[in-house]
């Protein structure tokens, strides 16, 4: 997308205090953190008060180099099966007030495969005693060493409260865009492979969680960018498809899925059960996102097989329908409510033009998350659709329901290499702002988004424009012939009509001719607008226009003020003196006022922006020819 310097120089003539513009037959163009915790939850209006956790426990200052005892996970199937374990030790305060077991498993392969992605969790049994659960492993390890959670941490997490709504209270790094961002539109393309990194659950340095990432729906374009960012991505089978998953009883040991997109595309964090008392579970014995409340479907999950791997032995798994929510996610692992339903966004994607196909899913209510998985979403529907890679053409139409508010719909359109993965970047950027923006908490009821695609790239550039005449009157209709570069085509003319509005003094007239995301970033650097509210901002956003559009702008000096995040032009001399003796940064001084504004609609995208220059005298001022 064109860069904003080139509006930059239209425009940096015209805003000033005295304008002396000089017309010309023809005009050219001018020149070529970290994830936010979420709000503390209240007190529910329920008792919360758990009963002691059932089982005899050990803690981790009781145990000894060389003291043995045994695992529980899942292999094959949902039934859960005894391993061997070694205690080496405990790695105390690793982490504030948390000390680590570090232990040597053995037995169902566990010698050749390592400690393998999926036994996050795995409950860990001396002395029959219950010690604590697997965490994390060493890549690469020629050992099954892992690092085990002590379980006097875990069921710390039984105290905590049930969560009330969620609210994320500030963007994640990388997201915090503002308006102004928007308007510019120019996000970078690797911005979705930075954010997947935030799905990456923390763990030691040097060692790497023992959870398992599952995928099914998202292509290999899509998944590779998931694997890039979390590791090994395995396929699964379609949630609610049935299986041994669908009827398993979670207990110690079992297999347990945190479900973050579901329906014809699914993604999932497969680990285990670790402990369960009546409808509380406690599993993983780790963090997932470090979110604190959460509200996260929670499944069972079946395993299919273990395929050893030199780098990272994993299951093969499947998960049942959600029966149950994990609400909280802390240091130690995640607590999770059987019967507790976790609400989801619905998305919906629909890919025209190369391919006719719908994709309908639920996305997880994390609101540090929510705009990432809408945004991959619908690249893998993109991906499995159609194709995501090579040079293209796609328009994209996506439609946000906003709760109070009426929906946002944006478009865009978007032409080159990579195109689909920028179309995605530009729904993360605009939903993050929508999720994360200052002014207003704001709930994302559903979003729908149509891509339509091209198998080529179709935009021009626009060249010149060529005005029939530069000295006009008021009222008059002037004939502009614009020139265009089509991509790897000819020149060709477009002829246009530039309506002089019947009310125009005598002076200079502006017009400023361009694209309709480049004549945005114009107007938003000629009004200068201090936004102060939600609305303010949602009106902003429905004016945007995209790159189909051809926008016409009449401009004229009219001295004014942008107070309030409103604009007010051609004040008296009076009142702008008021508001600059008052010292007050609420008044933007303005030098030009809208005179008139016309779109047109365009069978193709195109680039740029230029300017004409014309000066409006009626015909009595005109200088007799005598």
Do not use: C
Not at 88 to 103: D, F, M, Q, T, W
Not at 337 to 342: H, K, M, N, S, Y
Not at 452 to 473: C, G
Not at 534 to 556: H, K, M, N, T
């Amino acid at each position: 997308m064109k860069t904003t310097w080139t509006i930059a120089i239209l425009i940096a003539a015209l805003s000033a205090p005295e304008i002396a513009a000089q017309p010309s037959e023809h005009s050219r163009p001018s020149g070529p953190t970290e994830p936010t915790e979420p709000t503390e939850p209240t007190e529910p209006t329920e008792p919360t008060e758990m009963p002691e956790m059932p089982g005899a426990t050990i803690s981790a200052d009781a145990l000894s180099r060389g003291q043995t005892g045994y695992g529980l996970s899942v292999f094959a199937g949902t039934e859960p099966e005894r391993f061997d374990v070694e205690v080496l030790g405990v790695l105390r305060n690793s982490k504030p007030e948390l000390s680590y077991i570090l232990a040597r498993l053995s037995g169902q392969d566990l010698e050749r495969s390592g400690v393998v992605a999926g036994m996050s969790g795995s409950p860990i049994y001396i002395d029959d005693k219950l010690a604590g659960a697997v965490a994390f492993s060493y890549q690469f390890g020629l050992d099954a060493i892992a690092g085990i959670t002590p379980i006097d941490a875990m069921r710390q997490l039984s105290e905590l409260p049930v969560p009330a709504r969620l609210r994320a209270s500030a963007a994640p790094a990388g997201l915090d865009f503002d308006l102004e961002d928007l308007l510019k539109r120019d996000f970078s393309v690797d911005l979705l492979a930075e954010q997947l990194t935030l799905l990456r659950p923390p763990s030691l340095t040097g060692a790497r969680s023992s959870v398992q990432w599952t995928a099914s729906g998202f292509g290999e374009v899509t998944t590779g960018l998931l694997r890039r960012a979390l590791g090994e991505i395995t396929p699964a089978g379609s949630l609610g498809g049935g299986g041994g998953a669908a009827g398993a009883e979670l207990v110690p040991g079992s297999g347990v899925a945190a479900v973050l997109v579901r329906g014809d595309l699914n993604l999932a964090a497969h680990g285990t059960v670790t402990d369960r008392n009546g409808d509380e579970v406690l599993a993983f014995g780790h963090p997932m996102f470090s979110l604190g409340p959460v509200n996260l479907p929670l499944a069972p999950s079946e395993t299919i097989t273990v395929i050893a791997n030199a780098a990272n032995s994993f299951k093969v798994s499947n998960a049942g329908e959600t029966i149950g929510a994990f609400d909280q996610d802390r240091e130690a692992g995640v607590r999770g409510r059987l019967g507790l339903e976790a609400p989801t966004t619905p998305l919906t994607v629909r890919l025209r033009g190369l391919s006719d196909r719908d994709f309908h899913m639920e996305v997880a209510n994390l609101p540090q998350l929510r705009p990432l998985l809408f945004a991959v979403s619908a690249l893998g529907a993109i991906n499995t659709g159609s194709y995501a890679g090579g040079s293209q053409g796609i328009d994209l139409e996506a439609r946000i329901a906003l709760r109070g508010h009426d929906d946002l719909v944006i478009r865009q359109s978007f032409d080159g290499d990579q195109v689909a993965v920028t179309a995605v970047v530009h729904l993360l950027g605009f939903a993050a702002f929508l999720e994360y923006n200052p002014l207003e908490e704001v709930e994302i009821e559903s979003v729908e988004v149509e891509l339509t695609q091209v198998d080529r790239p179709r935009s021009a550039t626009l060249v010149a424009a060529h005005p029939q005449r530069v000295r006009v009157e008021p009222g008059d209709t002037l004939p502009v012939s614009l020139e265009l570069q089509a991509y790897r085509g000819e020149r060709y003319r477009r002829e246009i009509e530039v309506e002089v509005p019947a009310e125009a003094r005598d002076g200079s007239y502006y017009v400023l001719i361009g694209d309709g995301t480049s004549m945005d970033t114009a107007r938003d650097s000629i009004e200068r607008r201090a936004i102060e509210s939600f609305d303010q901002a949602l009106a902003q956003l429905r004016r945007l226009r995209s790159r189909r559009e051809l926008v016409i702008y009449g401009l004229v000096p009219a001295p004014g003020l942008s107070v309030g995040g409103e604009v007010l032009p051609d004040l008296p001399g009076s009142v702008r003196s008021i508001f600059a003796a008052s010292g007050t940064p609420a008044g933007a001084p303005l030098w030009l006022d809208f005179a008139d504004e016309r779109v047109e609609q365009l069978d193709r995208p195109i680039d740029g922006a230029l300017r004409i220059d014309l000066q409006v005298r009626r015909r009595s001022d005109r200088p007799s020819r005598d």
